[in-house]
Nanobody, 123 residues
Framework: QVQLVEFGGGLVQAGGSLRLSCATS????????MAWFRRAPGKEREFVAV????????AYADFVKGRFTISRDNAKNAMYLQMNSLKPEDSAVYYC????????????????WGQGTQVTVSS
């Protein structure tokens, strides 16, 4: 059993940066593949980025490539999403998720989810 908690959301101007953190409040997430998803109002949940348990492999949605960077620190049971050059269309609730197994961009493949953190980018 793993419980995930996201931190770091907030309000930022377009072009600015935020760093999201996902902490494991219970359990050990170090052997899980972990990912970020987001959901904007009125839209479906969408994949943002994923990283394997060892941190060697990662993948990104096309719309964040070159702007967002996913990383993790297993010693701290934490995962991060550095978001640069933010755009108003990046505004959403961001969720971290964990699964055993390989990289997946499909939300239903993830077993554990955090409650989300709101990111709002003003124009």
């Amino acid at each position: 059993q793993v419980q995930l908690v996201e931190f770091g959301g907030g309000l930022v101007q377009a072009g600015g940066s935020l760093r999201l953190s996902c902490a494991t409040s219970e359990g050990d997430s170090s052997h899980y593949t972990m990912a970020w998803f987001r959901r904007a109002p009125g839209k479906e949940r969408e994949f943002v980025a994923v990283i394997t348990w060892g941190g060697r492999d990662s993948a990104y949605a096309d719309f964040v490539k070159g702007r967002f960077t996913i990383s993790r620190d297993n010693a701290k049971n934490a995962m991060y999403l550095q978001m640069n050059s933010l755009k108003p269309e990046d505004s959403a609730v961001y969720y971290c998720a964990a699964r055993l197994g390989t990289i997946s961009s499909v939300g239903s493949a993830y077993y554990y989810w955090g409650q989300g953190t709101q990111v709002t980018v003003s124009s």
